[in-house]
């Protein structure tokens, strides 16, 4: 098919769209910036343009709309706003006069799979505004998704997919697999609480391809590859890379209450705080999520977790920490 692409750039645009050239789609890719290397037709102009997104639509029959900015700082709340809800009503908005047969939108498990109690969460579940209200990430992406199924309404062919936290290689921003930067830099002092689900950029890719011609239109497809306590995951993680997991358990009161504090210091002094308190809040939340409708659906299927680990350790270690090396490999 002729596919259009947004947010070809990043963590997961630039993982599928190899994919997407390899199983023999024509893609172009709408970028506000140089791309070289994208290996795929590149049009210049931005997802808040209209004129620029009809542009690049023109002759296409599907959409893949990944762009986004990922992002735990408050300070980012305009500007995910903007590129979250009014971009995605830009976008679909051409879809829609384009006449597209199939869109693929990427959101985020966080708008499903959020709760301050254990527990896995599944596609029919609520948005969990309480649980991420002070979190502007996860509350645009909630709305964003609130636009796209509004359209599947309308009779565009919307397929909304939902990833976990991604990690794996090729986070060239380190939008993603900024946790496991830190714990190689000896960041997270203090254990967090809750449980993290993620999955493999890789695998999560192989979706989005397949979400092509499968999948439930107007429906949420949720991708994560593992749900573990925080403490498994960063026993794993420690073991792999020779380091040693957070050493403090705290109640979590004390745990937020002192990242605020540290983070107030650090601001008032004009550094960037080593852990910010939003990331410390998340940490005591389990993120926990059910993959089976997208097993069944879409053939999703994730590699071995650990694999992933080891394949985001050699990545960060390589390109971000390159005095750092050495993975334990059983």
């Not at 599928?16 to 970028?31: I, Q, S, Y």
């Not at 502007?136 to 992406?141: C, D, R, T």
């Not at 380190?174 to 000896?186: A, E, I, K």
């Not at 994560?224 to 403090?248: I, Q």
Request: a positive charge.
């Amino acid at each position: 098919m002729r596919l259009l692409v947004t947010g070809a750039t990043g963590f997961l645009g630039s993982t599928l769209v190899p994919m997407l050239a390899e199983a023999g789609h024509e893609v172009r890719a709408l970028v506000r910036g140089e791309a070289p290397g994208l290996g795929c037709e590149t049009v210049r102009g931005d997802a808040l343009d209209p004129a620029a997104v009809r542009k690049a639509m023109q002759g296409r029959e599907a959409l893949y709309h990944l762009a986004g900015l990922v992002s735990r700082d408050p300070r980012d709340a305009h500007k995910m706003y903007e590129l979250h809800v009014g971009g995605t009503r830009v976008v679909l908005a051409e879809a829609e006069r384009a006449g597209l047969q199939r869109v693929v939108l990427a959101s985020s498990s966080g708008t499903i799979g959020v709760s301050p109690v254990r527990r896995v969460a599944t596609e029919e579940d609520d948005y969990p505004i309480e649980a991420v209200g002070r979190w502007p990430y996860y509350l645009s992406k909630i709305y964003e998704e609130k636009i796209a199924l509004e359209a599947a309404r309308r009779g565009l062919p919307v397929v909304i997919l939902n990833p976990s936290l991604l990690l794996g290689p090729g986070d060239a921003r380190l939008s993603s697999t900024q946790d496991v930067y830190r714990f190689l830099q000896g960041r997270i002092p203090a254990m967090p609480r809750g449980g993290i689900s993620f999955v493999d950029v890789r695998d999560a890719a192989q979706a989005f391809v397949d979400a092509l011609t499968r999948g439930n239109v107007g429906e949420r497809h949720l991708l994560g590859a593992a749900n573990w306590e925080f403490s498994e995951f960063f026993a794993r993680l420690g073991r792999l890379a020779r380091r040693p997991p957070p050493p403090l358990r705290l109640p979590s009161p004390i745990k937020v209450a002192a990242a605020h504090l540290l983070e107030k210091w650090a601001r008032s002094r004009g550094r960037e705080p080593d852990l910010p308190a939003a990331d410390v809040e998340m940490g005591e939340h389990w993120f926990f999520i059910d993959s089976s409708k997208a097993e069944r659906v879409l053939g999703f299927a994730a590699r071995d977790p650990m694999e992933t680990l080891a394949t985001t350790i050699a990545y960060v270690r390589k390109n971000f920490l390159p005095g750092e090396t050495g993975i334990r490999t059983s």
